[in-house]
Antibody, heavy 122, light 111 residues
């Protein structure tokens, strides 16, 4: 059974930093691209970042580019999301998402975690 | 790039059919057959219902179908059931630096 377990969410002040982790199990982690999708309170889903299976390629939405960094440790089956210079509009539930493909050929998102809440407020 | 356009809400009675539209541009929906649809019950993890425009993953009811014409994709749910009440999101590959785009979401109410 595929499981994606996010951790690291919480309350942080504007300008602060937070690092999300996503522990993956139930599939061969090294074979698949991974993605972070967020949902702000009362809003829809927003794709924010993706990383290929080998970590050679990373992608970011304009809204987070230059502030957030996606990475992965394929030896520990873990996905990371380093979020710096956080703003109030970064407040959201952040979902760790497995892509169907490796990243070389985009496909779709086949498994989602339960999400981690990040609140940016003073 | 702007989100794909979906109606904010749709409703239907049990047993009826409803259709949710998802309008993009010729840079995303119109250019790639990589449209997927996700069902999201609040507080739970989203679930893929359709991928590659019209394909159903194993385990998804045949009551869910989808298609695409030009820059607009559509999801149809037939034989509405109470458990179908949820938020539905379309998503399209957009390539380049945009990569993936979601729709704004549609709240389905089963009356």
């Amino acid at each position: 059974e595929v499981q994606l377990l996010e951790s690291g969410g919480g309350l942080v002040q504007p300008g602060g930093s937070l690092r999300l982790s996503c522990a993956a199990s139930g599939f061969t982690f090294t074979n698949y691209a991974m993605t972070w999708v967020r949902q702000a309170p009362g809003k829809g889903l927003e794709w924010v970042s993706a990383i290929s299976d080998s970590a050679h390629n990373t992608y970011y939405a304009d809204s987070v580019k230059g502030r957030f960094t996606i990475s992965r440790d394929n030896t520990k089956n873990t996905l990371f999301f380093q979020m710096n210079n956080l703003r109030a509009d970064d407040t959201a539930v952040y979902y760790c998402v497995k892509e169907k493909g490796s990243g070389s050929h985009p496909q779709y998102f086949d498994y989602w975690g339960q999400g981690a809440l990040v609140t940016v407020s003073s | 790039q702007s989100a794909l356009t979906q109606p904010a809400s749709v409703s239907g009675s049990p047993g009826q059919s409803i259709t949710i539209s998802c309008t993009g541009t010729n840079s995303d929906v119109g250019s790639y057959n990589l449209v997927s649809w996700y069902q999201h019950h609040p507080g739970k993890a989203p679930k893929v219902m359709i991928y590659d425009v019209s394909k159903r993953p194993s385990g998804v009811s045949s009551r869910f179908s989808a298609s695409k014409s030009g820059n607009t994709a559509s999801l149809t749910i037939s034989g509405l059931q109470a458990e179908d009440e949820a938020d539905y999101y379309c998503c399209s590959y957009a390539g380049g630096t945009t990569y993936w785009l979601f729709g704004g979401g549609t709240k389905l109410t089963v009356l």
